[in-house]
């Protein structure tokens, strides 16, 4: 009985979830309700509020996954450049768009759900309460990718670099390709972003690695 209600939880969760990304990326943050996810979900309001106090709680739900598994994977990644397993620059700057493509896999939607707020599209229509929450888990993850590459400096495997800026251009390209990438691929058909994003980190690697 008890696992037929845990597994029950976790569909209305998704369906309430799928329900309010649809809602979230066509009318926006601000053009959705409660009330509209609850019927796109074909469910009572009631039940939607029994599982997320707030649409802000709701939004929220569907970043912080994401964000906290790429947060795992750059503490695996920050590990690994520690314990020498990369080699050379090149090899640690292809890691690092790894792990980027690994929490693009993990929950792709909910990566473009971060990419919306960053833009700033939803980042005006939250509370400051919420904004904070997210940001704050950003900050975590962008900490870590700094920690790693003042470490490949200290390992003379990089130029002595700008670690912020680096991490933030790096995260940049990537969000900035998997976006064109997936605009070009609705109107083609044609999937060229592994491609797109491994020639694009090793000529930013020829670039910033010591030759």
Known sequence: MKKSRVKEKHIRINEIQAAARELFFSKGLKGTTMESIAKKARLSKGTVYFYFKSKEDLYISMMMPVLEELGRQLLKFEKDVNELKYETCQEVIIGLKDVFLLAYQYDTDGLRIVNSFQQGEHFLEVSEATSEKISHRARVNFNVMRRTFSRAIELGMFKD???????????????????????????????????????????????ICKS
């Open 161 to 207: 670099l700008n670690v912020i800026k680096l991490s933030d251009a790096l995260w940049a390209l990537f969000v900035g390709i998997i976006q064109l990438e997936e605009s070009k691929f609705r109107s083609t058909g044609k999937n060229h972003l592994y491609e797109t994003l491994k020639y694009s980190f090793r000529m930013i690697s020829d670039g």
